[in-house]
Nanobody
Framework: QVYLVESGGGSVQPGGSLRLSCAAS????????MKWYRQVPGKERELVAT???????DYADSVKGRFTISRDNVRSRAFLQMNELKPEDTAVYYC?????????WGRGTQVTVSS
């Protein structure tokens, strides 16, 4: 069974930083691309960042230059470093992997950016 567990969310002021972590189990982690999504109530889930198995990264235009995705293949973890946070970054952030022909999701972690 594949499990993804996110952590690191919280409340910060605009301009602040947070680092999200995603712990994965049940997969040979180093073989899979990992993704971070976010979702605001009433809106579709949005792809924020992707890191391939080889470490190639890609970002949504809205977070480029502010967010950094990374991975630790030894500890089977993916990370999302979020800097210069804005109120519009407020959302539930989800970790995702596509393995064994289907998508797996964590339960999400809430990020709130407010003064």
């Amino acid at each position: 069974q594949v499990y993804l567990v996110e952590s690191g969310g919280g409340s910060v002021q605009p301009g602040g930083s947070l680092r999200l972590s995603c712990a994965a189990s049940g997969i040979n982690f180093r073989l899979y691309a990992m993704k971070w999504y976010r979702q605001v109530p009433g809106k579709e889930r949005e792809l924020v960042a992707t890191i391939s198995s080889g470490g190639v990264t890609d970002y949504a235009d809205s977070v480029k230059g502010r967010f950094t995705i990374s991975r630790d293949n030894v500890r089977s973890r993916a990370f999302l470093q979020m800097n210069e946070l804005k109120p519009e970054d407020t959302a539930v952030y989800y970790c995702n992997v596509n393995a064994y022909g289907r998508d797996f999701w964590g339960r999400g972690t809430q990020v709130t950016v407010s003064s």
